[in-house]
């Protein structure tokens, strides 16, 4: 393995997490408000169960209120939108979380745009969107802010560093793209349909891989020292028969090169959930 810092997700979302806690505690005491967060799923999709419930786990081990509505895969769009409108007015309620994907016959624009903005603690909404582009205080994407915090552990002022974001979903690469501008970094973002990606990648003093294709970016397109942030989570065949994850990245090879890099798992993943935690605190604190 070769000299790159390994950059510990799992560590630095524990350390978030406990900061976050610690907050809901002050809260608590200071305006006896408990931050609650509401999660809503629709269907049985087994990773998205998985998702919700250590989700609501670990709201709970962070002091919060965690309100969970699983609801039928044939659940009517009206029925789900009516849903999202108590929880709006519900003033136990302090974020709202709507697990994507849902059932193709519910328009997921439509019940993000029902969400209160005040309460979209995944930074969804076309006003939280706007915030963000714009530069205001804003409910941002809780994986790309996963992956700044993570950026700045290694180097906390990233001021005019070249900045390569590699897939532009409104989940994770665009919304990347914007903390990163925040941070007044020269961003570029690589795509499906960008020519010499290993040329564009190359650039990158940071390097942010979120396209979903197994270690795709290899060892030879990262610039020496650079900072590497893997958000990919791929399950692939293994030698034993078995299946493994891997990023985005050849992680083994980028490791030569990189001045630090993220594991996958134990990189970004566990940084999601405890992002979301901090905009369920924030969205409570926010509250007049
Ligand atoms: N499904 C996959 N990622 C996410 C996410 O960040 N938020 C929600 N609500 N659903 C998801």
């Given at each position: 393995m070769g000299a790159a810092r390994i950059i510990d997700g799992k560590a630095i979302a524990a350390a978030v997490r406990r900061e976050v806690a610690a907050g809901a505690a002050a809260l608590q005491r200071e305006r006896g408000l408990t931050p609650g967060l509401a999660v809503v799923l629709v269907g049985e999709n087994p990773a998205s169960q998985v998702y919700v419930r250590s989700k609501a786990k670990a709201t709970r081990e962070a002091g919060m209120l965690s309100i969970e509505h699983t609801l039928p895969a044939e659940t009517p769009e009206a029925e789900l939108l009516a849903l999202i409108a108590d929880l709006n007015r519900r003033g136990d309620v302090h974020g709202i979380l709507v697990q994507l994907p849902l059932p193709k016959h519910i328009d997921a624009g439509k019940?993000?745009?029902?969400?209160?903005?005040?309460?979209?603690?995944d930074g969804f909404h076309p006003v939280n969107v706007g915030r963000l582009a714009s530069g205001a205080k804003a409910l941002a994407p809780c994986t790309p802010t996963g992956c700044l915090i993570l950026a700045k552990s290694v180097r906390a002022e990233l001021a005019g560093l070249e900045a390569v974001v590699i897939g532009r979903s409104n989940i994770v690469g665009k919304p990347m793209a914007q903390?990163?501008?925040?941070?007044?970094?020269?961003?570029?973002?690589?795509h499906s349909r960008t020519r010499d990606l290993p040329g564009v990648v190359r650039r990158g003093d940071l390097v942010v891989a979120a396209v979903?294709?197994?270690e795709m970016v290899r060892g030879s397109w990262i610039k020496p020292g650079a900072i590497v942030i893997d958000v990919g989570i791929n399950r692939v065949p293994a030698a034993d028969g078995k299946t493994r994850l891997v990023g985005d990245v050849?992680?083994?090879?980028?490791?030569?090169?990189?001045?630090?890099?993220?594991?996958?798992?134990?990189?970004?993943?566990?940084?999601?959930?405890?992002?979301?935690?901090?905009?369920t605190l924030d969205a409570a604190k926010a509250k007049p």
């Open positions: 019940v993000i745009e029902a969400i209160d903005p005040a309460k979209d603690v903390l990163l501008l925040g941070e007044s970094c020269t961003v570029t973002v690589a979903g294709r197994p050849a992680y083994a090879e980028a490791a030569e090169v990189a001045g630090a890099i993220t594991p996958v798992p134990g990189g970004v993943g566990p940084m999601t959930i405890a992002c979301l935690l901090k905009n």
